[in-house]
């Protein structure tokens, strides 16, 4: 299901997008896997440069100021594949880092997979709305290791709701977890899942879980990997159909092996009155 003929679509530079409605009345959304700050240009990178999944690296912290510069603009930002302060990443809290060189005023990390000292995978929000309340759920799977923050926004009785993902690798455990994320939302009005699916948007609309659910999605036809020559989709922004699609950007960018998602939407008209943005 989709709402494509009503949304203007394109890849391009980070540039200000132009909106005909006021700030208040629209929703600007980043959903971006930042690959722990990891540069990579190409799949050889992933070899040669293997050894930064454990060790610091120089070059990380530049990046992370990149992708800082590049998300400013937008009022919520889901992250994956974030380090919540071990050896690899010079201890520094890359979502905390992130949400203070921004300028968000708020931010939340869950970690999915501890390894101590050496590496802290975790999911990461960035808000200019301060959320009214945040949990943290395992998602199933034969591998631990994945989860899904889950913010409530507003203090209205249907508020918005967003969900943060980073689903598995294989279909089986995929649908799995997108049946756990249908069932946690059935009760929600206006719902956003934002994050790196791992399958692509034909998938995940006619052959998952999310079949003939209340989600569209906003982004069908881009592509998000791999950055240096984007041929899949695997990074998604859906959303309950309350939400009038505006624009769908793929942004350019050399500072992980994503490339960054962004969608304008129209605030449904009872959202527009809950949400404040800080």
Not at 104 to 122: D, K, M, S, T, V
């Amino acid at each position: 299901m989709s709402n494509k003929n009503q949304i203007r679509v394109h890849r391009g530079a980070h540039q200000e997008m132009k909106s005909s409605l006021s700030a208040e009345a629209r929703l600007r959304l980043v959903s971006y896997n930042i690959q722990v700050g990891i540069e990579t240009n190409r799949y050889r990178d992933y070899v040669s440069g293997s050894w930064r999944h454990f060790l610091p690296c120089s070059r990380r912290q530049r990046n992370l100021e990149h992708i800082a510069n590049l998300i400013r603009d937008y009022d919520i930002v889901a992250l994956q594949e974030v380090d919540a302060g071990s050896l690899r990443g010079d201890y520094i809290n890359q979502v905390e880092y992130l949400a203070m060189r921004g300028n968000f005023p708020h931010w939340y990390l869950q970690i999915n997979r501890n390894l101590g000292r050496f590496a802290q995978h975790a999911l990461g929000l960035l808000s200019r709305i301060p959320p009214q309340e945040i949990t943290e759920h395992k998602l199933p799977g034969v591998v631990p290791g994945r989860g899904a923050m889950v913010a409530r926004f507003g203090s209205g009785a249907r508020p918005l709701v967003v969900v943060i993902l980073h689903l598995a690798l294989g279909r089986r455990t995929r649908n799995l977890q997108l049946e756990f994320v249908r069932e946690l939302t059935k009760d929600d009005r206006h719902v956003i899942l934002m994050g790196d699916f791992n399958c692509e948007a034909e998938e995940l609309m006619r052959e998952s879980p999310l079949v003939d659910s209340p989600f569209i999605i906003a982004d069908e036809s881009l592509h998000t990997f791999p950055s240096w020559a984007p041929q899949k989709k695997l990074d998604h922004i859906l959303l309950t159909h309350h939400f009038p699609i505006q624009q769908a950007f793929v942004l350019e960018n050399a500072t992980s092996d994503h490339l960054p998602l962004a969608v304008e939407v129209e605030l449904p008209h009872e959202l527009k009155k809950s949400l404040v943005k800080g």
